[in-house]
C-alpha cells in the first residue's frame, strides 16, 4: 500500500526570472532508459539471493562483482585501481568483545547478548554494588556511586521513530539512552535498564544490532559533524552518556533478579576492533569534447545494505530494494543511455560501497578520487527512489543552507519540466526537518568540500531500513521517471559550456 504523504509544495524558486523558462529536449538517446531493463535489475539487485549486500562481507562483494558486471556489459570503461573496475578500501570495525568481556552478578557470570546486553559500544571496568531505583524518574533514590538497576520507562511519543526497524526497537532505544543520561547525570557508575513487556520484544534485536559495533574507513575524509548516528534522527539524538559509565540492558524475566540492593556486579567490557575491505565500483564514458573531456559528471550510488538481520514477520533479508537498488539500477540505465550518446564531458558512474556504514565508500573517494576532485563539475546522488506518490520527488540540496550550487539546480529544474515533471517536495531539504535527511548520502562529503551536489530522493517510507523494503514494493514507472530525471540533469550539467559554478561563500551547515 503506498501511503499518500502530506505534502506543502513549494515551487522552487528558480534562479531564473519567469517567463525565462528554458526549453530544453531530452537527447533521442534517453529512449534507452527503458522500465524494462530497470525492472530485471533491480528484481538481481535487491533479491534475496544477493542476502542484502552487507558492507565487508561476501555478499557486498558478490554486489559489487555484479554491478562491475552489469558495467561492462553495458560497455563503461573501468576507471578503478589499476584499470579495474575497482577501489578497495579498508573498513574498521569497533565492537564489544564477546570473548574478552565478562559481567556477572554476585559472582555469576551473565551470558552477554543474551541474558545482558551493553548499549554502548564502550569499554568499561566498574564493578560496585547495584542500587534499585525502579521508576528512573524517583530522583529521591541516590544512586551516586552505585550501580543504578531501573525499570524501562516508556519514551515521549515524539521520541518512537516510525520509519526504520519495529516499533518495539524504536521505542527502546530512546528510552534506554534518555534514562542512561538521567542516572549517569545523578551520579551513577553504571546503568542497568530492564526491559518493560514493549522492550523486552526488541531485546534481541538490540543485541544483534549493539553487538555489530561501529564502522569508520581508513583513510577516508572525516564524516560530517552534521551527520546524525545511523538510525537515529537528527532531532532526537539525545546527549551522549559519558563513554566511561556502562549501560547495560536486560531482560524482563530478569526483573526479581535485580530487585535486591546491594549485589555486587562486576561489569569488564572490553572493546576490539579490526579491518577488512570494502569496495568503490566506478565506469566512466569518455566525453565527446577534447577540450571539455576532463572534466566530469558523476552519478553516484551505493550498491551495499543492511545484510541479514533480525527476522521481522519471518523474513531476515534486509533487500534494501528501494535503499539503494533503486539508484543503482537508475545509474546503470544512465549508462546505458550515456554511451549511445556520451556529453562533451566525461561521466563517471560510481556505486560507493558501505553507505549505510557511515558513508564510508564516498568518504574514502572523495579522499583519494580517480579524478582531481576540482575536475569533478557535478555530483548527481540518489538514495531511495522508488516510493512515495507517483507524481513528487525531493531534490534536496535545492535550497539554502544546503545549496552549494545554484547553478546545478537550475540545471535539474529544468531538466525536470524537459521529463518527469515532478512536483518537487521541498520539505525534506529543509534545515529543521526531523530526518536531517540531507546529510544522510553520499553527495555529503563531496559537498562539503565544494563540489556541486544535488541528492535525489523519493524520502522515507515504513519500510525503511527493514526486510519489508523488497523489491515488489518499487514504482517501476516513478523510478524510471526519476532515471530520466537524473539523466538529463547530468546531459544539461555535462553539455553546458560553463560548468555549474558553486555558490559563493557555501559553507555546509
Ligand atoms: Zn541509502
Redesign the pocket.
Known amino acids: 500500500m503506498r501511503r499518500l504523504p502530506v505534502l506543502i509544495l513549494h515551487l522552487l524558486a528558480a534562479a531564473a526570472p519567469l517567463g525565462a523558462q528554458r526549453t530544453i529536449t531530452p537527447p533521442a538517446a534517453m529512449r534507452a532508459i527503458r522500465e524494462q531493463d530497470i525492472s530485471r535489475d533491480l528484481n538481481a539487485m535487491a533479491g534475496d539471493a544477493m542476502r542484502g549486500r552487507e558492507a565487508g562481507t561476501i555478499d557486498e562483494m558478490r554486489a559489487s562483482m555484479w554491478s562491475a558486471e552489469e558495467m561492462r556489459k553495458i560497455g563503461l570503461r573501468p576507471k578503478g585501481d589499476l584499470g579495474s573496475w575497482f577501489q578497495w578500501w579498508n573498513m574498521r570495525r569497533t565492537r564489544i568483545s564477546t570473548l574478552s568481556s565478562s559481567v556477572s552478578r554476585d559472582g555469576r557470570p551473565l551470558a552477554l547478548w543474551t541474558d545482558i546486553t551493553p548499549a554502548t559500544n564502550a569499554a568499561a571496568d566498574v564493578a560496585g554494588t547495584t542500587v534499585f531505583v525502579g521508576d528512573a524518574r524517583d530522583t529521591t533514590v541516590d544512586v551516586r556511586g552505585r550501580i543504578a538497576v531501573a525499570t524501562l520507562v516508556a519514551p515521549p511519543a515524539a521520541a518512537i521513530r516510525s520509519t526504520t526497524n519495529t516499533y518495539e526497537y524504536n521505542y527502546t532505544r530512546p528510552a534506554i539512552a534518555a534514562m542512561a543520561n538521567a542516572l549517569t547525570r545523578r551520579g551513577a557508575t553504571a546503568v542497568i535498564v530492564v526491559a518493560d513487556s514493549i522492550a523486552e520484544l526488541a531485546f534481541d534485536a538490540v543485541a544483534r544490532v549493539q553487538s555489530r559495533g561501529t564502522y569508520d574507513v581508513i583513510g577516508g575524509v572525516p564524516r560530517s559533524t552534521r551527520a546524525p548516528v545511523a538510525g537515529t534522527p537528527a532531532a532526537a539524538l539525545p546527549t551522549a552518556p559519558s563513554a566511561s559509565v556502562p549501560v547495560l540492558f536486560v531482560r524482563r524475566g530478569s526483573l526479581s533478579d535485580w530487585r535486591t540492593d546491594g549485589q555486587r556486579v562486576d561489569i569488564r567490557l572490553r572493546a576490539e576492533s579490526f579491518e577488512y575491505p570494502s569496495v568503490n565500483v566506478i565506469g566512466e564514458v569518455r566525453g565527446t569534447d577534447p577540450s571539455l573531456r576532463d572534466e566530469y559528471v558523476v552519478f553516484s550510488s551505493?550498491q551495499d545494505h543492511d545484510g541479514v538481520r533480525y527476522t521481522v514477520a519471518g523474513d531476515s533479508i534486509w533487500n534494501g530494494a528501494d535503499?539503494?537498488a533503486t539508484t543503482s539500477v537508475a545509474v546503470l540505465a544512465i549508462a546505458r543511455a550515456w554511451v549511445k550518446r556520451p556529453s562533451a564531458r566525461s561521466a563517471l558512474f560510481i556505486f560507493h560501497g558501505a553507505?549505510?556504514r557511515g558513508l564510508l565508500g564516498s568518504r574514502y573517494h572523495v579522499a583519494h578520487p580517480v579524478v582531481p576532485l576540482e575536475r569533478i563539475v557535478a555530483v548527481l546522488n540518489g538514495?531511495?527512489l522508488g516510493r512515495n506518490h507517483p507524481d513528487t520527488a525531493a531534490l534536496l540540496g535545492s535550497q539554502p543552507p544546503h545549496r552549494n550550487s545554484a547553478a546545478l539546480v537550475q540545471m535539474a529544474i529544468d531538466a525536470n519540466r524537459a521529463t518527469a515533471r515532478f512536483a518537487i517536495d521541498s520539505l525534506w531539504d529543509r534545515p529543521t526537518h526531523p530526518e536531517g535527511w540531507y546529510f544522510r548520502?553520499d553527495h555529503v562529503p563531496y559537498a562539503e568540500r565544494g563540489v556541486p551536489a544535488l541528492f535525489f530522493s523519493s524520502n522515507l517510507h515504513q519500510d525503511y531500513h527493514t526486510p519489508r523494503d523488497e523489491p515488489k514494493t518499487i514504482d517501476i514507472r516513478k523510478l524510471t521517471r526519476i532515471t530520466q530525471w537524473m539523466y538529463m540533469t547530468g546531459w544539461i550539467a555535462g553539455n553546458a559550456p560553463q560548468r555549474p559554478a558553486v555558490d559563493p561563500g557555501f559553507v555546509l551547515r
Do not use: T
Request: no cysteine; net charge negative.
Open positions: 551505493h535503499d539503494n553507505e549505510e538514495d531511495m548520502s
